[in-house]
């Protein structure tokens, strides 16, 4: 087998820019092709919607230049005497203007795109800054499986070194050399590893160097270890197989964040629900509070009543004029945070929709949902699977106080000192091959490790109980929140009635009640459906709460939540709960 050297030693320079972008391409597919095989296994089925997509990353600089900012990075931060501040000269805070600002805002509001809860989900599964760093998270965790496996795939290396100069070589008074190293490292499965390479060299004389053909060497080298005791089964392979089951973790832990976003964003939006419904009993408040301004304005007028009655009633107006300004403000705060969080232009006009979602009550009993919390719950399953790498630790740190005894070979061809091209001749080729054996006489650190992994596993079974412990308290503080909002809402519907009567009483009997007590009346009827509002949003809170905790939530792969057998959902409007 002949071939020239020279070739040999510069044709991987050729190839230095052949195939510059194969490996990122590669470790797209790659990672893309791992999240959908991970993802099959639950029910949330996202697979084709978490991918890894180069174009929103940022293409670095291999080579990037200084700037005159890159160590001393500008401030902005004007001294007092720079600023302009403008006050108001004359506020105006007139009940009517008022007013006047909050119809302002309403015709706005009209005039902007509807935001349905469905909307408002899958937006946020789409732009949300939290959905977004939970789905990069999840692909970190399928990057670490890439670098891992490709640990145990065939690793092609080559080196190529150029020198000139005297000393080099006894042969010649100045000269010139090239070496090329090529070969192709394995990493066994089971410990070792095994590493063919193809050695080039080219020596030339530089004073004279047309004179002579110089001396041209290659030579082909098979090195294998093999670990028998120490590093070896599936102590080699540790870092593949804990980085496949981190994989794993980070799909559990992705779907557990869809489960608990889902809830949390539904949470979010009933809130606003619950304000815009405030805002309307605060509306009715302030009308039902000017008809009582009205009356005893005409009483005082007609000298039938006190002046200080109408002062009673008007005080009771300005009181509900500023808690309905108070509640569109804190409405449009609620609203603009709600925008930020699921990734939407806080500029955005948008309106909620009011609507009551409609989840029917679980039958079940605290001990039943504790057992399906301990079988369905994703993070306790993590949790049980992370403590058995707590225990596989101890194998590990046992195998390192074993000796270390590895088998060793090596095939070695052709005379370095052959010229004239290359001629392998495997007949002649060198071999080696034997045992080198290590004895623990000094394990102290490998002892230490040994006695970590041992306290540390026990501390992992402690921590796992208590997880336990803490699910089954969440579990059944859920059901105990269902029947608190069950309880509450019956209340609250109760005191509703109460304070329609009273009013309707006072309105059939009008001379046997004063200024306050129909303002008290008014009051209290805002107050019984504020709180009776609160409690329909709790209840409904709660069995989602519920749902989650002990692992029978689902949601669609657009991120809706996914109605269970015998379980329908519905939504109704406001005006058709009313």
């Keep these: 087998m002949r071939f020239d050297s020279v070739k040999v030693c510069f044709v991987p320079l050729a190839m230095l820019a052949v195939g510059c972008r194969m490996p990122m391409e590669e470790v797209t597919v790659r990672t893309d092709d791992l ?12 697979g084709d919607r978490v991918d890894l997509q180069p174009d929103r990353y940022v293409v670095g600089n291999p080579l990037p230049r200084e700037t005159g900012n890159l160590q001393n990075p500008p401030t902005v931060d004007p001294a007092a005497e720079d600023l302009d501040f403008q006050a108001v000269q004359e506020p105006d805070a007139e009940a009517e203007a008022v007013l006047d600002r909050i119809r ?5 509001d009209a005039e902007a795109d509807p935001l349905p809860l469905d909307g408002a989900l899958r937006w946020a599964s789409t732009n949300s800054i939290e959905y977004t760093g939970a789905e990069e998270s999840y692909l970190l965790a399928a990057l670490g499986v890439v670098t891992a496996e490709h640990l145990f795939a065939p690793q092609f290396f080559n080196d190529t070194s150029v020198e000139a100069g005297q000393g080099l070589d006894p042969r010649y008074e100045s000269a010139f ?41 290659a030579t082909f080298v098979l090195d294998g270890r093999i670990p028998l005791l120490k590093g070896s089964g599936l102590a080699a392979r540790e870092s593949l197989i804990q ?25 979010d939006y009933l809130d606003l629900v619950l304000r815009l419904n405030a805002i309307e009993n605060a509306k009715r408040s302030v009308d039902l509070n000017r008809q009582v301004e009205e009356r005893e304005g005409a009483l005082v007028a007609a000298g039938r009543e006190d002046p200080f009655q109408a002062d ?20 449009r705060l609620a609203l603009d945070r709600f925008k930020v969080r699921i990734g939407m232009n806080p500029e955005q006009r948008i309106t909620i929709v009011p ?66 091209g290359v001629n392998f001749d495997f007949s002649e ?7 080198n054996l290590s004895l623990p006489l000094d394990r102290i650190n490998e002892a230490v490790a040994v006695r970590a992994a041992q306290v540390r596993y026990a501390q992992g079974e402690r921590v796992y109980q208590q997880t336990l412990d803490n699910a089954a308290v969440d579990v059944r ?18 005191n509703v009635e109460i304070a329609q009567n009273r009013i309707a009483s006072i309105d059939a009997a009008p001379d046997r009640a004063n200024a306050r007590d129909r303002t008290d009346a008014v009051s209290g009827l805002r107050d019984a459906e504020d709180a009776r509002d609160e409690a329909k949003r709790n209840l409904q809170v709660a069995i989602l709460n519920h749902l989650n905790e002990v692992g029978m939530l689902r949601v669609t792969p657009e991120g809706r939540l996914q109605p269970l057998p015998n379980m329908p959902v519905g939504e109704i409007t406001r005006l058709e709960s009313r």
Excluded at 314 to 331: E, N
Excluded at 429 to 435: N, P, T
Aim: aromatic share 6%.
């Design 35 to 46: 999240i959908k095989d991970r993802q099959a296994s639950l029910a949330g089925g996202v």
């Design 104 to 108: 302002a805002d309403e015709e706005r």
């Design 177 to 217: 050399r090239a070496i090329n190293d090529f070969g192709v490292r394995q990493n066994l499965p089971f410990g070792g590893e095994v590493t063919a390479r193809f050695i080039a060299e080219l020596t030339e004389e530089i004073d004279d160097a047309s004179l002579g053909d110089g001396i041209h060497s």
């Design 243 to 267: 980085s496949r089951r981190d994989l794993v973790y980070a799909s559990r832990s992705f779907e557990t964040f869809r489960r608990d976003f889902l809830v949390s964003i539904i949470t």
């Design 312 to 331: 009673l009633a008007r005080q009771a107006t300005l009181f509900a004029l500023d808690d309905l300004a108070r509640q569109q403000d804190r409405f």
């Design 355 to 420: 609507i009551e979602l409609q989840l029917p009550i679980p039958e079940t009993t605290q001990d039943d949902s504790v057992r399906r919390a301990f079988d369905f719950r994703l993070d306790l399953q993590t949790a049980r699977d992370r403590l058995e790498d707590l225990r596989r630790q101890i194998d590990l740190a046992e195998n390192g106080m074993l000796p270390d005894l590895d088998l060793i070979a090596r095939v070695r061809t052709n005379d370095p000192q052959l010229t004239d």
């Design 429 to 435: 080729a060198l071999y080696a091959g034997g045992i």
């Design 477 to 494: 503080q859920t059901l105990r929140d269902i029947d608190q909002a069950q309880f509450s809402l019956l209340l609250q519907e109760r």
